[in-house]
């Protein structure tokens, strides 16, 4: 996990449309934070400085000590929701973290060692399906990305979750499937010096000559299904 970023905080005494906008004029971003066994908390909190750190490229990503009335309370950031027209954040809603409790959380995906794979090493493309793994961590223990070494791997190999040792304290959410979170795929040129199609084959419906269809990334149908349906979002 990022280290605690720190977020000063004033009390919110009046909720409502029309307060909310009255502190946004004031250059204020209304928020609560909830969650644990106590009442949400309404709050707000400086528009330049959650600029600033939503700025960082992984606020959203990291734990939040929120400093109120001379506490600090250790939060999750959940949403920020932002003016569809200026893209100012308007609102922001904190999870509060509680000692020995879970969370579900998006971790980014590092692949590393591309230098030791055959398969890239022969112009094979790492067709990467998820880019973040949804995971149920130790709200004490989130991990700020998890690593994923390709030492070894060909074209037309696939790396599945079931592969991929997590940290301890995180389990993936999503138990239901062996999910893929990418395959090495050969690029169209390859595969037609290597006479295993012809155009026809290599080229999908809509798209270019020299672009890889969906189903020439491998055995794998699960990752193709992946593609297709974030494809689709």
Same mark, same amino acid.
């Given at each position: 996990?990022?280290?605690?970023?720190?977020?000063?905080?004033?009390?919110?005494?009046?909720?409502?449309?029309?307060?909310?906008?009255?502190?946004?004029?004031?250059?204020?971003?209304?928020? $609560?934070?909830? @969650?644990?066994? *106590?009442?949400? %908390?309404? =709050?707000?909190?400086?528009?330049? &400085?959650?600029?600033?750190? !939503?700025?960082?490229?992984?606020?959203?990503?990291?734990?939040?000590?929120?400093?109120?009335?001379?506490?600090?309370?250790?939060?999750?950031?959940?949403?920020?929701?932002?003016?569809?027209?200026?893209?100012?954040?308007?609102?922001?809603?904190?999870?509060?973290? $509680?000692?020995? @409790?879970?969370? *579900?959380?998006? %971790?980014? =995906?590092?692949?590393?060692?591309? &230098?030791?794979?055959?398969? !890239?090493?022969?112009?094979?493309?790492?067709?990467?399906?998820?880019?973040?793994?949804?995971?149920?961590?130790?709200?004490?223990?989130?991990?700020?990305?998890?690593?994923?070494?390709?030492?070894?791997?060909?074209?037309?190999?696939?790396?599945?979750?079931?592969? $991929?040792?997590?940290?301890?304290?995180?389990?993936?959410?999503?138990?239901?499937?062996?999910?893929?979170?990418?395959?090495?795929?050969?690029?169209?040129?390859?595969?037609?010096?290597?006479?295993?199609?012809?155009?026809?084959?290599?080229?999908?419906?809509?798209?270019?000559?020299?672009?890889?269809?969906?189903?020439?990334?491998?055995?794998?149908?699960?990752?193709?299904?992946?593609?297709?349906?974030?494809?689709?979002?």
């Amino acid at each position: 996990m990022s280290d605690a970023l720190t977020l000063p905080a004033e009390t919110r005494e009046r909720a409502g449309k029309g307060a909310s906008r009255a502190l946004r004029r004031e250059g204020r971003v209304p928020a $609560v934070i909830y @969650g644990g066994k *106590e009442d949400p %908390v309404m =709050v707000h909190i400086e528009e330049k &400085e959650l600029v600033r750190q !939503l700025m960082t490229g992984h606020f959203m990503n990291s734990i939040v000590e929120i400093e109120l009335d001379g506490k600090k309370m250790r939060t999750l950031p959940k949403d920020v929701a932002l003016d569809p027209v200026k893209d100012r954040p308007i609102h922001a809603d904190f999870l509060r973290m $509680v000692k020995g @409790g879970k969370i *579900e959380v998006e %971790v980014p =995906v590092v692949f590393i060692n591309e &230098e030791a794979s055959p398969g !890239l090493k022969k112009g094979g493309v790492l067709n990467v399906v998820r880019h973040e793994l949804e995971l149920i961590c130790d709200n004490d223990r989130i991990p700020s990305e998890i690593v994923i070494d390709v030492t070894g791997k060909e074209v037309g190999d696939a790396i599945h979750i079931s592969e $991929v040792t997590l940290p301890e304290g995180s389990a993936s959410a999503i138990t239901d499937r062996d999910f893929t979170i990418a395959t090495l795929v050969a690029p169209s040129a390859l595969k037609r010096s290597e006479g295993e199609g012809s155009d026809d084959e290599q080229t999908g419906e809509g798209m270019e000559p020299g672009e890889t269809a969906a189903t020439e990334q491998g055995p794998d149908d699960d990752a193709a299904q992946e593609q297709e349906d974030k494809s689709g979002e």
